[in-house]
């Protein structure tokens, strides 16, 4: 276990060099059983994620997670996939402002696009404490609060029994985890489809082939770039790297700092406040300067996933534009009401921000080169039961 880590982790290294010469291939090959070979096809720009070493990545549990990421006998009751609130031509997101769960609660939040999720340096909107997707699943999985897929103590066992069931995740799991005499497991499905996810990269955009050279951009979306990445709109200070993030990691670099902000969506009391249960890492925190801080999420494929924000309550690109030109939203009336744009905790680039309406419009069409079209509609990442 430990060797094939190690043989990972150098190739995580060598995927940047092989560019350069291919030095690295022919040891590695040999190091590795061909059944455990992974190889990262990155896009240009891409340096290779960080990999948990006790999870490394293989194709066999790539191909098992892809089945269980579409399986809804992994649920409790049996209704529900990870893939109905996270579907693929909408980035893995559900185009709603919350979720349900499989016994009908809703989620706090809104479903998160499932994208370069492998360089996240943390999990969901706004939680600092969860650093991989193995420990972010366990939300899904066994969250009761609310409850999504809804497996908890009663029916834990009846899950994998259903899996232990079925000739064809008999084979996936012996073939994924050939050292282990019982696979099916709750260890074993976490790995898996956190492998499938390490796997779901987004990195052809019109934008990606715009840089390499391969198209033009029109006028609209070059003023717009020019916006995007100047200190007029300062979108990139945390929207920034290949991946649209600042929180972005991989093996190339070190984050200094796990990085969340508060963008002035609410000022409930005139003191900063957000509404209960989605106040940010204050939530977990508990400190002043912490209410209303998100994570920066990723920008791909942003023109797909509407509505926007932890929330869900901006409808459209054009609304969150208007929102950041304004420097933060005030609600006029209802129990929200409140000027988000006075929050004393708003991030001081935000109040910077200065925008035209045609500014607006120029950013929204340099948006929608960042949306990826072979990513959408892969079969790779599409349900392998319609296959
Ligand atoms: C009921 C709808 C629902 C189901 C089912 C669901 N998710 Fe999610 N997912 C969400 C929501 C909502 C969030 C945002 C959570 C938050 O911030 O609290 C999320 C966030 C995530 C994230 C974080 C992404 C990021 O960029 O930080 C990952 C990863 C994820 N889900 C994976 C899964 C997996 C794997 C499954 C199946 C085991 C699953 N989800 C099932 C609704 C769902
Ligand atoms: C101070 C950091 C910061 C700056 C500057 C900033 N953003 Fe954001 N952005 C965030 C955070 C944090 C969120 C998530 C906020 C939330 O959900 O409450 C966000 C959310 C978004 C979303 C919605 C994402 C989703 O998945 O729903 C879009 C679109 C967006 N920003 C675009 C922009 C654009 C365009 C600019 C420049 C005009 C910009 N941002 C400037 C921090 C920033």
């Given at each position: ?10 190739r ?18 040999a ?11 990155l896009p240009?720009?891409f ?15 790539v ?5 269980l ?116 497991s ?18 052809n ?20 770039k ?27 670099t070190?984050?200094e700092?796990?990085?969340?902000h ?16 989605n ?25 797909v ?18 929102f ?7 609600i ?18 935000i ?37």
């Open positions: 276990m430990k060797q094939s880590a190690r043989g990972w982790a150098l995580g290294v060598c995927t940047g060099l092989v560019l350069l010469g291919g030095l690295c291939l022919a040891p590695l090959q190091a590795e059983s061909l059944q455990d070979s992974w190889q990262w096809r240009a720009g340096a290779a994620p960080v990999v948990p070493a006790d999870n490394p990545m293989s194709q066999a549990k191909e098992l997670g892809h089945y990421f579409y399986e809804k006998r992994l649920s409790g009751n049996g209704k529900l996939m990870c893939a109905s609130c996270h579907i693929q031509r909408l980035a893995f997101t559900d185009g709603l402002p919350v979720s349900r769960g499989s016994t009908g609660e809703y989620t706090a939040r809104s479903a998160q696009a499932l994208m370069n999720v492998a360089w996240n340096a943390s999990y969901t909107w706004a939680n600092p404490a969860l650093t991989s997707l193995e420990t972010q699943m366990s939300v899904p999985l066994f969250g009761e609060n609310p409850v999504e897929m809804g497996v908890n103590d009663s029916n834990k066992q009846r899950v994998l029994q259903r899996l232990q069931a079925d000739k064809r995740y008999r084979r996936l799991f012996r073939q994924a985890f050939t050292q282990d005499a019982a696979p099916i709750w260890r074993n499905i976490i790995r898996a489809i956190a492998s499938f996810e390490r796997s779901m990269v987004s990195g955009a019109r934008y990606d082939r715009y840089l390499q050279g391969r198209t033009r951009l029109t006028a609209a979306e070059l003023r717009g020019a916006l995007f990445f100047g200190e007029k709109a300062e979108c990139f200070h945390c929207h920034g790297g290949f991946n649209f993030s600042d929180q972005t990691v991989s093996v190339k070190r984050l700092e796990m990085l969340f508060n963008t002035g969506l609410y000022n409930l009391d005139g003191k900063g406040a957000f509404p209960e249960g106040r940010g890492i204050y939530e977990l925190t508990g400190l002043a300067e912490d209410m209303g801080k998100f994570r920066a999420t990723s920008l791909r494929n942003i023109a996933t509407a509505p926007y924000m932890h929330d869900g309550s901006l409808k459209d690109l054009p609304s969150v534009l208007a950041y030109a304004a420097g933060g939203r005030k006029a009336q209802g129990k929200y009401q409140g000027d988000g744009r006075q929050n004393p905790y708003k991030s001081e680039l109040g910077n921000i200065d925008l035209s309406r045609r500014e607006q419009q120029d950013i929204i069409a340099f948006l929608g080169t960042l949306t990826d079209p072979q990513f959408l509609h892969q079969r790779a990442l599409a349900d392998p039961f319609r296959r």
